[in-house]
């Protein structure tokens, strides 16, 4: 059994920064992707970075690229999110989640099987 736990969330300005941090525990070998993603009220979860462990490769959405950066050591059980700049439209419940192929990290939320709980990131604006 994984478990993720999310922290790091809170209220910011626009401008300022956060760094989020997950930490997974359990069989997470089998886990090819680790990424983030945020949902907003009455929209899809998106995804919003993502790394392969496959691939050995991060990605970003667009709206975040240059402002996010994902760090981990690729051994499975940490993963940071440094989000600077941050925008109101970044406000949302940001999501740890692990598992999948490796392949298509960022764009396929289906391939996760495990999911944090979420942190809140608010917009104090």
């Known amino acids: 059994h994984v478990q993720l736990v999310e922290s790091g969330g809170g209220s910011v300005q626009a401008g300022g920064s956060l760094r989020l941090s997950c930490a997974a525990s359990g069989y997470t070998y089998s886990s090819y992707c680790m990424g983030w993603f945020r949902q907003t009220p009455g929209a899809e979860r998106e995804g919003v970075a993502a790394?392969?462990?496959?691939?050995?490769?991060?990605n970003y959405a667009a709206t975040v690229k240059g402002r996010f950066t994902l760090s981990t050591d690729y051994t499975k059980t940490t993963m940071y999110l440094l989000m600077n700049n941050l925008k109101p439209e970044d406000a949302g419940i940001y999501y740890c989640a692990a598992g999948g192929s490796g392949f298509n990290c960022l764009t396929s939320a289906r391939q996760y099987n495990y999911w944090g709980q979420g942190t809140q990131v608010t917009d104090s604006s």
């Open positions: 790394a392969s462990f496959r691939l050995r490769t991060t």
